[in-house]
């Protein structure tokens, strides 16, 4: 009788060497996408919160035919907002996280609906973009016109 030679059951040193170099080279490929996909869905996020909170501050101003205001928090409209009728709190949005800026064309600190649903402030457009993000991610702009209605749109205003 021959002896019989054993057979391994494991993996050798090579193929796992392989096998984590190619989870390197994916993982390296992989990560900037990621970063990407992170910042733009903050940043549409970010705009829909806004244009929803404008949508609804613009419908109580009909429903109660009074003046709604739409009040930025401490610091800029990036650390959020508040939606009143006089001293009466309908809505808060919290701050966003840092490096996400929402900026308006006009400088206003509080937007006023009309008990006609239209503006009685100044027309703005507002931009929301991501500072230190990759310059593949593009800003969002949220306009509002004199008649109160707002609307979205990728890129600058």
Request: hydrophobic content about 40%; proline content about 4%.
């Amino acid at each position: 009788m021959e002896p019989r030679m054993k057979t391994s059951a494991g993996v050798t040193l090579i193929e796992l060497m392989v096998t984590l170099v190619v989870l390197v080279v994916l993982g390296t490929v992989a990560v900037p996408s990621y970063r990407n996909f992170i910042s733009t869905q903050r940043i549409r996020s970010a705009s829909y919160d806004l244009m929803s909170s404008l949508l609804f501050a613009r419908s109580e101003a009909v429903k109660r035919n009074t003046l709604v205001n739409v009040t930025q928090g401490t610091g800029g409209w990036s650390n959020g907002w508040t939606i009143s009728v006089g001293t009466t709190l309908l809505r808060t949005q919290n701050a966003y996280p840092s490096g996400l800026t929402i900026a308006n064309s006009a400088s206003l600190s509080t937007l006023t609906y009309a008990n006609d649903g239209r503006l009685a402030t100044a027309a703005t457009d507002f931009t929301i973009a991501f500072t230190g993000a990759p310059s593949t991610v593009s800003p969002r702009c949220v306009s509002l016109k004199p008649g109160g209605m707002p609307a979205t749109k990728m890129g600058s205003c």
